[in-house]
């Protein structure tokens, strides 16, 4: 079969749905189909185009089987309103070119956000006579507007349009958790069209390595301390400055060391608020190279799973597999009844507190501090749990028999059309 991903992120940026869509991209390829990924020049987190990808309008490459068709985007690292509607304009725009000019795919794969992406990938799938597959990572403009990072009246009105569109030209829609469902459903999407299909975990890759001679720990003499790790976005929706608070409060308990790994703007942010919270117990660490990653993970006692209390209920980290993989206790500061807390919740791997509230944060930590067999027996159900619900090969069978059923459908629908022509 031959799929086309359309997805403003992809490799070799770090986080997000990046990680995720090569490594759906490069399954594929593994079992014997053959892609194409239709992609902006790399520019995230740091919101500036990677080095060795300036100057250019259009790049060709090949990785892991996998043709990665990449285009220019405007983009700016602080990025006003008009930037950040030119960087959808503009991607909408160079990245049609490459995608209509390649091989017909069968089937294509939509990654949401960024939202604009659905116009482009719509009329692909339209003058290509093949079916849009959606993938919804979150839910624009709905989330947006929950944590005030829209509020032009106008934009809302183009993307609430957009929503629609997307929702009406996909063939089907898939989803990464129930929550997502439930969204779409009270907007009225037929439920037909809806595919719940979890985010997933190289469950190979991400494993529970001991402790001992780890690399980690070592390069960064931490050997002997109780690691709370975050590893991630350091943006409006996280509010890290809770994890800090938590860290001063801990700051008499030698042992403890909060590790933060994240981009440089939001780590330069976070410096100042160490140093006016006194929180010495800190360690500031930019993002780890990716196959560094298990190692970090390993360190660790505890991960990090931190939202605020405005963010939307369906909101669903994919930090959250990651953790649950590594084998090691999580403790979420998430709103109780959102999409995350469900997650953690459901695996019996961590503990839930209110989201914003360092001292339960910090009461949370010290708990699992002062009862290793508590964290011990959390780490055991992180691990069984993300082997039986989020094991990559499972999403993979997922997807693939997503991709089967809407070709076949869209077989079916134009067989009886044909057939009368011939006839």
Not at 68 to 95: C, E, G, H, K, M
Not at 367 to 382: D, I
Request: hydrophobic share 45%; glycine share 6%.
């Amino acid at each position: 079969m031959r799929i086309l991903i359309y997805s403003y992120n992809y490799y070799p940026e770090p986080i997000g749905i990046a990680p995720l869509m090569t490594e759906l991209a490069e399954g594929l390829v593994k079992r014997g189909h053959q892609v194409r990924v239709i992609t902006a020049m790399p520019n995230y987190p740091e919101r500036q185009i990677y080095e060795a990808y300036r100057g250019k309008w259009y790049l060709n490459e090949y990785k892991n089987g996998v043709q990665i068709q990449r285009s220019y985007v405007w983009i700016r690292p602080q990025p006003n309103l008009l930037d950040r509607v030119l960087l959808d304009a503009s991607f909408v725009v160079t990245s049609f070119f490459p995608a209509l000019l390649g091989w017909r795919p069968d089937v294509i794969l939509s990654t949401s956000p960024s939202l604009p992406v659905c116009v482009p990938a719509a009329l692909l799938g339209w003058l290509r006579a093949c079916p849009v597959v959606l993938n919804l990572q979150d839910i624009l403009p709905e989330a947006a507007v929950h944590v005030g990072l829209l509020k032009n009246k106008l934009l809302i009105k183009v993307f609430a349009a957009l929503e629609k569109f997307a929702y009406h030209t996909a063939t089907k829609i898939s989803v990464i958790a129930d929550g997502f469902v439930e969204n779409l459903l009270s907007k009225g999407v037929d439920s037909q069209k809806i595919k719940q299909i979890p985010n997933w975990v190289d469950v190979n890759f991400i494993r529970p390595y001991p402790k001992e001679n780890n690399l980690f720990r070592a390069e960064h003499n931490l050997k002997d301390k109780f690691i709370v790790l975050y590893s991630g976005n350091i943006a409006l929706t996280q509010g890290l400055e809770t994890v800090v608070k938590a860290a001063s409060q801990l700051r008499h308990i030698q042992d403890i060391v909060i590790v933060i790994a994240g981009e440089a703007k939001g780590l330069q942010r976070l410096q100042q608020y160490c140093l006016d919270c006194g929180a010495d117990n800190v360690l500031l660490l930019p993002f780890q190279p990716r196959e560094r990653l298990p190692q970090m993970l390993a360190a660790a006692d505890v991960g990090l799973v931190v939202q605020k209390k405005n963010v939307i209920s369906f909101n669903m980290p994919s930090k959250i597999q990651v953790l649950l993989a590594s084998g090691r206790a999580l403790v979420a500061s998430v709103p109780e009844t959102g999409t995350a807390a469900k997650a953690v919740r459901q695996s019996g791997g961590g503990v839930i507190v209110p989201p914003e509230d360092s001292q339960a944060l910090a009461n949370a930590i010290l708990e699992l501090y002062q009862h290793p067999e508590k964290l011990k027996n959390l780490g055991y159900h992180s691990r069984q749990y993300a082997v039986e619900h989020y094991a990559f090969e499972q999403a993979l069978n997922h997807y693939e028999e997503l991709f089967y059923s809407v070709t076949t459908e869209r077989q079916i629908v134009e067989s009886p059309v044909i057939s009368k022509q011939e006839g």
